[in-house]
């Protein structure tokens, strides 16, 4: 049984999604119990159409604008899918101004994997796609699944720099770039990175790395 529940509950008066972790419990308990909420129209979705859709089809997409470091589970599911090694994968489908600056970023304003409104990829997307859900969350949750999302991109940094894939960085980075190098930064040491750089799935990740202490 899984060792996750998602509820609604509510914060300063405010209502939000939660997630409930019993360990043990991994990354991959965690994407099983929130991927129902990409396809239920119950729950109030910000730019959903009429704040109640299924977010396959959403036109007011995410994909348009988001960000994406992809973790290093979805990194290597993604090059695999193509057929193309990690070298050509990066080539073909990261941005080259943000590789310049030492950011593995996705080519972005389209995501380059949004097709028709649809994701090309989605069973190998990554956890920052999987996660993210324009509704209200509760502190804890958003907390939780951010330090989740960015493990994974820290473990995808730090293995590209390993592997010869990102050049030295060079001057040119945006304050939004530093921003995000520097949160980077913070996470590499984490054992959520180590997790994430030995691990060939999402369930060989527990989630005991991200929980805060009680
Ligand atoms: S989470 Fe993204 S895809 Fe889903 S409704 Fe919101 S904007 Fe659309
Ligand atoms: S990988 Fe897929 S889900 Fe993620 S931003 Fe791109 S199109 Fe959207």
Redo the contacts with the bound molecule.
């Keep these: 049984m899984s060792g996750i529940a998602i509820y609604h509950g509510s914060e300063a008066g405010q209502p939000g999604l939660g997630i409930q972790v019993s360990l043990p419990a991994t990354v991959q308990d965690l994407l099983d119990a929130w991927q129902p909420l990409c396809d239920d129209p119950t729950i109030f979705k910000q730019y959903a159409a009429g704040n109640h859709a299924l977010c396959k089809g959403c036109q007011l997409?995410?994909?348009h604008t988001?960000y994406?470091i992809?973790d290093l589970v979805s990194f290597r599911r993604?090059a695999q899918l193509m057929g193309l090694t990690h070298q050509e994968f990066v080539a073909r489908y990261f941005q080259p101004e943000k590789l310049a600056v030492g950011l593995m970023r996705?080519i972005?304003e389209?995501?380059?994997?949004?097709?028709d409104d649809?994701?090309?990829?989605?069973p190998v997307?990554?956890l920052?796609?999987?996660f993210?859900l324009c509704t209200p969350l509760l502190g804890s949750t958003e907390q939780l699944i951010y330090k989740i999302a960015w493990s994974g991109a820290a473990a995808t940094q730090l293995y590209a720099q390993q592997q010869g894939l990102l050049p030295a960085p060079a001057p040119g980075a945006s304050s939004f770039d530093l921003l995000f190098l520097n949160l980077l930064d913070e996470y590499r040491d984490s054992p959520g990175v180590e997790s994430f750089l030995r691990a060939r799935d999402y369930r060989d990740i527990s989630l005991h790395h991200f929980l805060e202490p009680a």
């Design positions: 997409n995410c994909c988001a994406v992809p993604m996705m972005p389209p995501c380059i994997f949004l097709q649809i994701c090309s990829i989605y997307r990554s920052i796609c999987r993210y």
